[in-house]
């Protein structure tokens, strides 16, 4: 893309001749994203809140801007280091001796291998991971979401399917993997099965899962357990969360 373009051209990434180069690239949960970044023959520590390495990208994209506005790189670094991370897109949520990290606004296929990655990484006493609604795939459902579910279970201690597709993986034999129709039905499950530390990770489609009602729950009385609302709002702002409906 920067070939015969007339104007400043700033690259980032991670190969040797990018503008801006991350190394030492760590996010280890329960420790956030950081890396070391080089420019200009210069190595200064950058420190997110972000949760995942796939964040990287985002924030040298971000460091990027500001080197194009002339911003100094300190006061970059400072606005990153505080930047909160966005609810669904692998945001902490602490409650009852539980942490939930929710990435249940968009479930593009693409997107799972990361997370299982930062599931992987990730040292908790336990790794819970509820897995909606997979979209934006090649291929048979079956297939994918078969083959999604072994990955699953190669990292996680306990991994949990919700809704129609669930029916994909429900043969597969392993006692570690929990299949509902119903994001109702697999609330009443984990509302008794998760376990003071563990680590419960989301993943889903927000229109067409709303799996924070998991954690609502616990703190509220959910009465909507509609299957396919198709609202894009999340449940905790929405005025039906407590309007009786669904199955």
Not at 65 to 92: C, D, K, Q, S
Not at 98 to 111: C, E, M, N, S, V
Not at 141 to 169: C, I, M, T, W
Not at 207 to 222: G, Y
Request: with cysteine; aromatic share 8%; hydrophobic share 40%.
């Amino acid at each position: 893309m920067a070939d015969g373009f007339p104007g400043r051209v700033i690259t980032f990434g991670e190969a040797p001749g990018a503008t801006l180069r991350a190394e030492d690239v760590r996010s280890a949960w329960p420790d956030p994203l950081s890396f070391t970044l080089r420019h200009d023959g210069r190595s200064l520590p950058v420190r997110t809140r972000l949760n995942g390495r796939y964040w990287t990208t985002s924030v040298l994209a971000a460091l990027g801007v500001a080197l194009a506005m002339e911003l100094p790189p300190e006061r970059a670094l400072e606005t990153v280091a505080a930047f909160e991370p966005v609810a669904g897109r692998m945001n902490a949520v602490r409650q009852d001796g539980l942490t939930f990290i929710r990435d249940d606004g968009k479930a593009p296929l693409w997107t799972v291998q990361p997370l299982l990655e930062f599931v992987t990484e990730a040292r908790a006493p336990r790794k819970v991971l509820v897995i909606g609604s997979i979209s934006d795939y090649n291929g048979t459902s079956s297939r994918v979401y078969r083959r999604v579910a072994h990955q699953a279970l190669a990292v996680a201690d306990e991994v949990v399917f919700v809704g129609p597709n669930a029916k994909y993986v429900a043969k597969l034999g392993s006692d570690r993997l929990r299949t509902f129709g119903t994001v109702r039905a697999a609330t009443d499950y984990l509302q008794t099965a998760l376990r003071e530390g563990d680590l419960v990770v989301l993943k889903g489609g927000q229109r067409a899962d709303h799996l924070l009602r998991i954690l609502l729950a616990r703190t509220t009385t959910v009465r909507c357990w509609r299957t396919s609302c198709g609202r894009s709002t999340f449940c905790d702002d929405c005025r039906l969360l407590h309007v009786p409906g669904g199955p």
